[in-house]
């Protein structure tokens, strides 16, 4: 087996990039996802090493020394920081001229042979699902014999190999919460609407939906929804609990795991009998939610344990919904939302600007829903074209942006890059602004907020944290380019 490192590469400052964050940038409140698409091969790789460098606050000259000996190093990409992780690449080649460099992510998943024409000091990049595709390389096979991959030949010409058949089999992957205990310091990863400290894993991949802007079904998961057995999930949660008792929450990082409704009411049952949910238990658990799920199985999701979703609302316009090929209508989301409330469940919202069908009346349509919806939560996003998505092709063939990569400001900040006839990215962007200001500002949520905080001492402490991060988060959106 080669001696291995996996490397999320040091990056902007409090960038999100890791394997596990679905649209990179500098969030409103310091967050952080698990590396967990790095962790998963890594756990396979007997002997690697995973460095997560944003996360836990390190420059190159922190970690230069990982290299040294290194024979496989495979760096986690993406469109925002590619120029940074090539820099690293070169880095890396200078020190450790032998190593084997390799690239993963959606980035050069959809852009194999432009990615490797941006730098000699990467040798291969993976497509698809990676995780057997870097075992094999680990374990020595020649490259041209690995599925899955475009690598430089020794003669400089770029090859590409056949593709890589999806994995079905979801249990032939291991747990990836060992590598999270052995490498990472759990408490360097916060969501601002999660408990501290949590722990992220998937218990399955791809999302059957068809939403033109996101990025990992379209790139790596695919729409087929793929998923461990309820035995292997509860495993890895079992580990959690005995292995890292500091854990408060548990989120299941699916892109949505109440697609299949019998299946998360199983897995809640399962949970339910590890104790989730009973009086005295101290760990919950939350996960990503389409806004359709029935009140039956919401009912039985809360009985065991579950205590937030993560909900992509994304608009509160129905058009503008269609256009975006979310399958969700704005009525069932105001039900779905009046029950989650009935119940007792926290909602995070994510609302995004700038779509497709966008104007300032849909803008305030959506501010008007976000109110009524009224999830504990938000964030505000602004679309984003990544390279590989439907988004992308529509806004070229539309002329609604250049095709630039350049996604994020020098500081890491979204920049609105969609832009229209009738609403310019200058608007859009600072609609963002508004939106949270409208949305936070009034007095019925200011006094929610207080009054979570004057209820929970931890609480009153990570609120005020996270206002002085929310604050210079828009004061520094004012000094960054539309």
Not at 65 to 87: A, M, N
Not at 212 to 220: D, S
Request: hydrophobic fraction near 40%; include cysteine; charge should be negative.
């Amino acid at each position: 087996m080669l001696r291995s490192l996996f490397l999320q590469a040091p990056s902007f400052d409090g960038y999100d990039g890791g394997a596990g964050a679905r649209y990179q940038m500098k969030r409103e409140v310091r967050s952080f996802w698990y590396p967990t698409w790095l962790a998963q091969p890594a756990a396979m790789v007997e002997g690697s090493r995973l460095i997560d460098a944003p996360a836990h606050d390190q420059m190159w000259d922190d970690i230069a020394h990982e290299v040294d000996g290194k024979e496989l190093i495979v760096l986690h990409t993406s469109t925002p920081s590619f120029g940074q992780d090539i820099r690293t690449a070169r880095l890396i080649k200078e020190r450790n001229p032998d190593a084997l460099v390799g690239f993963v992510g959606a980035k050069v998943a959809v852009e194999p042979e432009k990615s490797l024409a941006a730098s000699a000091d990467i040798d291969f990049v993976a497509r698809e699902e990676y995780d057997f595709t870097i075992l094999e390389i680990a374990e020595g096979k020649p490259l041209s014999e690995v599925d899955g991959i475009t690598y430089r030949a020794p003669d400089g010409s770029l090859v590409a190999n056949k593709p890589r058949a999806m994995i079905e089999d979801m249990d032939s992957l291991p747990m990836v919460s060992p590598v999270y205990k052995r490498d990472l310091t759990i408490e360097k990863y916060f969501g601002g609407y999660l408990r501290h400290p949590y722990v992220s894993f998937y218990t399955g991949r791809g999302c059957k939906s068809r939403c033109t802007f996101c990025l990992w079904p379209q790139t790596i998961g695919g729409h087929n929804y793929r998923f461990r057995s309820i035995p292997k999930v509860i495993e890895e949660v079992q580990y959690i609990l005995r292995e890292m008792p500091e854990v408060k929450e548990i989120f299941f990082d699916d892109d949505t795991l109440t697609d299949v409704h019998d299946r998360v009411e199983d897995l809640a049952r399962a949970l339910g009998e590890l104790g989730f949910g009973k009086p005295g238990f101290k760990v919950s658990w939350s996960c990503n939610a389409k806004a359709n799920v029935p009140r039956k199985t919401l009912e039985i999701l809360k009985a065991n344990g579950l205590r937030l979703l993560l909900v992509g609302y994304e608009s509160g316009n129905q058009k503008i919904l269609h256009n975006i090929k979310k399958g969700l209508l704005v009525d069932v989301a105001k039900r779905f939302a009046r029950d989650c409330h009935d119940l007792g469940i926290v909602v995070h919202g994510t609302f995004i600007l700038g779509l497709p069908g966008e104007t300032l009346d849909t803008i305030e349509e959506t501010l008007a829903f976000a109110k009524e919806v009224n999830p504990h939560t938000l964030q505000v996003s602004l679309a984003a074209p990544y390279p590989g998505t439907f988004l992308y092709k529509q806004a070229m063939d539309n002329g609604w942006f250049d095709g630039s990569d350049h996604l994020l400001t020098d500081g890491g900040t979204q920049i609105a890059q969609l832009s229209y006839p009738h609403l310019p990215a200058s608007v859009i962007f600072d609609k963002v602004e508004e939106f949270y200001k409208r949305f936070y500002f009034r007095p019925s949520k200011i006094g929610s907020i207080v009054w979570e905080m004057v209820r929970d001492w931890d609480m009153m402490k990570r609120r005020l944290r996270e206002g002085v991060e929310f604050f210079s988060f828009l004061k520094n959106r004012k000094q960054a380019p539309a």
